[in-house]
């Protein structure tokens, strides 16, 4: 019988040891920067309850939720004419009451409602764990990856929002990588929809307005007219699709489309905010851009929305997002608790450093600064009593297994990429000292055990 290759599903990776160290490096970074910025970290669940998840990303979302089926016999206690009319949607409630984390947004709302009376607000926290979604694979888009999240809650000040644009800078900027920070405001989506008459549409018109970088103007308006979004209301709409200028002049004519809405002129305050107290500050390697068609799939955004685009190479695709979200822990119960976050795309990052050639030099090894050589028991017992020694002064060192010969433990050396070899034979034990040579430049010098240390 042949034996069946092993294989791993469809949108998962492996990683060797140099994409590990750098992605380690990613999140390093951004971590570093999530603490100087005030956020503390929390973790929750792989796993959240079905009903937590459902209803909280739009009709889109819900459907690339990875369900967990129900343990033990989950059929059987089926009505079988359900099960007759082969309706996947309507089988789900009675099979499934767990999934798998869609983003880690909704979970943080509801660890909020739940740990409530031990939270102080403002909360700030950060949370950098992986995510699942059953979406289509593709370069750059995975069905399990992870996400970097830092949130707010407790606060309606637009203070966040700019402080949000200075970390996605500074982290950017440590990462060498020139970004553009794209903005906008739900608010002002619905004050559109409003002037347009397509309030009760608001959502189709945006999920089809998110689509404008990936299908083009001429197929976004198909598409709203598709969810019976009326030729005239597109008509109004149609000066998203050409308006230029920096985001004073764009917002000056905004205000004219939108002079009779409340909602929409209140997001162009809170915009204009966020850009004047921008350039007040200052930004290093990013730039804060107007894009008046951002309007992000996900139901929850009521205020600001980011998404964050690298400047270079093939992945110029969006590798950050986030925004305000005003009662997201109100759909589990807790009313009056704004909120406003953003999110790295951990393996877009990659992608882009990668392409770009901005990783710093990384080993793809564990960093291994010194391997002593086997010539047997004796001798390997007191390597290992010298490796403890140096481990505890912060040296990274190894006796290598067996007492192979000399040129095939010198290979394993090379290709670790361990500098420095460390010769230990009877000789050596007697006269307590060791032999180090420089695997780079071939150099050999003799060092006693007390001052090994020192010579590494």
Not at 11 to 24: A, I, K, Y
Not at 72 to 82: F, I, P, Q, S, T
Not at 128 to 153: L, N
Request: with cysteine.
């Amino acid at each position: 019988m042949a034996v069946q290759k092993p294989s791993i599903p469809k949108g998962t990776r492996d990683f060797s040891p140099l994409e590990v160290n750098r992605r380690q490096y990613i999140i390093q970074t951004i971590q570093e920067q999530f603490k100087r910025f005030g956020f503390a970290p929390i973790e929750t669940p792989s796993f959240e309850n079905l009903s937590t998840l459902t209803g909280k990303y739009g009709e889109e979302g819900d459907r690339l939720i990875f369900k967990i089926l129900n343990s033990g016999d989950y059929l059987a206690k089926v009505d079988e004419n359900l099960l007759a009319n082969k309706n996947s949607q309507k089988v789900i409630p009675h099979i499934s009451e767990k999934a798998l984390r869609y983003d880690l947004t909704v979970p943080f709302a509801r660890y909020v409602v739940q740990h409530q009376n031990d939270i102080t607000f403002p909360f700030k926290r950060y949370q950098i764990q992986p995510v699942w979604r059953a979406d289509r694979p593709q370069k750059g888009r995975f069905r399990e990856f992870f996400q970097c999240d830092a949130d707010v809650v407790g606060s309606d000040s637009l203070l966040q929002e700019v402080d949000f644009v200075q970390l996605y800078d500074t982290v950017f900027s440590k990462l060498r990588l020139a970004v553009e920070i794209h903005i906008n405001n739900r608010k002002i989506l619905s004050g559109l929809a409003e002037v347009a008459d397509i309030s009760a549409q608001l959502i189709d018109f945006t999920v089809a307005l998110d689509k404008l970088d990936k299908i083009g103007e001429e197929a976004v308006k198909e598409e709203m007219r598709t969810k019976g979004i009326s030729e005239k209301a597109i008509e109004i709409l149609s000066p998203l699709f050409t308006m230029q200028g920096d985001y004073a002049t764009q917002l000056a004519q905004l205000k004219e489309i939108l002079a009779t809405s409340t909602v929409g002129l209140k997001g162009i305050e809170e915009l204009e905010f966020v850009f004047q107290q921008t350039e007040i500050i200052g930004l290093d390697k990013a730039e804060l851009v107007l894009n008046l068609t951002l309007a992000r799939g996900l139901d929850y955004y009521t205020g600001a929305i980011f998404e964050v685009k690298s400047t270079v190479g093939e992945f110029a695709s969006s590798i950050g997002g986030g925004g305000r979200y005003d009662d997201l822990t109100g759909i589990f119960g807790l009313k009056d608790i704004s909120g406003v976050g953003i999110s790295f795309g951990l393996d877009r990052t990659y992608l882009v450093l990668e392409e770009n050639n901005l990783f710093p030099a990384i080993e793809d090894s564990a960093n291994i600064q010194a391997l002593f050589i086997n010539f047997g028991d004796q001798e390997a017992a007191k390597a290992m009593q010298l490796v403890k020694q140096l481990r505890q002064q912060g040296i990274n060192a190894e006796v290598y297994p067996d007492a192979a010969k000399m040129k095939k433990q010198m290979q394993y050396a090379d290709k670790k990429g361990i500098k420095q070899v460390i010769l230990l034979g009877e000789k050596e034990i007697q006269e307590q000292k060791a032999t180090v040579k420089n695997m780079e430049s071939g150099e050999q010098v003799e060092v006693s055990f007390n001052d090994l240390v020192n010579a590494l």
